[in-house]
């Protein structure tokens, strides 16, 4: 059993890249369990499309520039 702050963790790590299995079944077995964290991710989900549309809206950012922005990311992360 993970605790909630390695759950958020994995969570995020989620949105920029494909977790482990082990990372996966860790995460699900977690928010079947807590319900606090079962909120945070619907509410980070809501936050992360309110976000995402109004960049494209103001910006008109395509898909192409977001998943370049994410290996950018991912490269200065390390991960």
Known sequence: MI????????????EIQELEW????????????????????????????YIKHQIEKHLNIDEQDIIMQKQELLKKLKL
């Open 22 to 49: 082990y990372e996966k079944m860790l995460s699900n077995y977690h928010i079947m369990i807590c319900k606090s964290c079962k909120i945070y991710t619907k509410e980070n989900s809501l936050i992360n499309e």
């Open 3 to 14: 605790n909630c702050r390695k759950y958020t963790r994995y969570l995020h790590k989620s």
